[in-house]
């Protein structure tokens, strides 16, 4: 299973890890996901959300 978020398809993104010594390394960025009870077509589901989309309310708490 993807970790991405179910309602706006957020997932991790990577990116450089900088040391001290400029020495650059990959590394990955994970989305904060939150496993929530939506309401979803009049019925309660356990989906994971991001953060983002909780607080902007695109989710709905039941």
Do not use: E, P, Y
């Not at 997932?11 to 939506?38: C, D, M």
Request: proline residues 0%.
């Amino acid at each position: 299973m993807a970790r991405v978020c179910a309602i706006c398809g957020r997932g991790a993104q990577s990116g450089s890890s900088v040391s001290h010594s400029q020495k650059i390394t990959k590394r990955r960025f994970k989305v904060n996901l939150q496993r929530v009870r939506v309401k979803v077509d009049k019925k309660t589901k356990k989906i994971l959300v991001c953060t983002r989309c909780l607080r902007s309310g695109r989710a709905t708490k039941a």
